[in-house]
């Protein structure tokens, strides 16, 4: 659905501003919201808003969300607008870091996990994943014991080939590191959705999946047509969380975040 403002006072009708949403059963997405410079300030975003999100809920749609990263450069007046708008406080969704992973790779703590194996587990290579270990993982993630955010599913076409799994000696799946292609940033291998079982028995194996997935990285043919890694953490993913601001985040060139808002339309 979208809605556009018009500007019809003058002879030729000016687009003053646009916003795109998805509506999906109950809930709708805000997939693009933006007003021409000269006309901000105006209320037009506001309007907008209500338009669009007025006919999403005649629709039925009783929730509203909308995400946005914090090195937009309007990213203080999409808060204040929202904000005044009724919309939730931002949450922390996605962590984005960028570097060359040779500099995370160097650190003794990555050399360590590397000499010392996961622990627990085997590793696989992601293409050699089974239709009986794809029907595993889906049926933790449906039943809500392994995080659907973080699914290593998403976007199979650009998958890279140094993502991997780490599997039990039950033969079950306790972790993954998905790495992606990403075609707007041909240089860039972005190491997307990783997992560990947060069992005791696992423990450390988040460090040792990332570790050797710069390894990997560092050390197939990619590297030197995709120079840079890019990170993509969950925030709600403490695990992982954890292992970023230790392990990570001191050897990081550049880094953003994604907050998601939501407003109850019921
Ligand atoms: C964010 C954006 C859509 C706001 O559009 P807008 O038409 O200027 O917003 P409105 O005039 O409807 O603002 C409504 C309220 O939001 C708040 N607000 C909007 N812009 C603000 C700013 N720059 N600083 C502080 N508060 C701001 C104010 O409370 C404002 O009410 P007020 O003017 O009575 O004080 C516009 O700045 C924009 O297009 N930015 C670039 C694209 C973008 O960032 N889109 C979001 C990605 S989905």
């Keep these: 659905m979208a809605a556009v403002a018009r500007d019809e006072s003058s002879k030729t009708t000016r687009v003053l501003g646009v916003i795109l949403v998805k509506v999906d059963q109950a809930s709708a997405t805000v997939l693009s ?3 021409a410079p000269e006309y901000r300030r105006k209320g037009v975003a506001g309007a907008l808003l209500d338009r669009a999100l007025g006919l999403a809920r005649a629709q039925g749609v009783e929730r509203a969300c909308l995400s946005f990263v914090s090195r937009m450069p309007q990213v203080a007046a999409l808060k204040a607008l929202l904000r005044s708008a009724g919309w939730s406080e931002p949450t922390p969704r996605t ?5 060359a992973p040779q500099q995370v790779l160097q650190q003794a703590w990555a050399q360590r996990v590397l000499d010392r194996g996961p622990r627990n587990a085997t590793a696989f290579d992601w293409s050699d994943l089974t239709p009986e270990d794809r029907a595993y993982v889906e049926a933790e993630i449906a039943g809500g014991h392994y995080p659907q955010d973080v699914s290593p599913f998403w976007d199979e076409g650009n ?4 993502s991997l799994g780490l599997r039990a000696a039950d033969g079950c799946v306790v972790g993954w590191l998905a790495c992606h292609f990403v075609p707007q940033t041909p240089g860039t291998l972005r190491f997307s959705r990783s997992f560990c079982h947060a069992a005791s028995a696992f423990s450390g ?4 999946i990332m570790a050797t997935g710069l390894d990997r990285h560092v050390n197939s043919g990619l590297h030197q047509s995709h120079p840079t890694v890019l990170f993509d953490v969950d925030c709600r993913n403490r695990v992982m969380m954890n292992v970023y601001r230790r392990r990570i985040e001191p050897y990081i060139d550049t880094s953003y975040q994604s907050f998601l808002v939501v407003k109850d339309l019921c």
């Excluded at 962590?95 to 570097?99: G, H, R, S």
Aim: glycine share 6%.
């Design 95 to 99: 962590l984005f870091a960028e570097t």
């Design 159 to 162: 998958i890279a080939p140094v």
């Design 205 to 208: 194996n988040g460090a040792w």
């Design 33 to 35: 919201l933006a007003v």
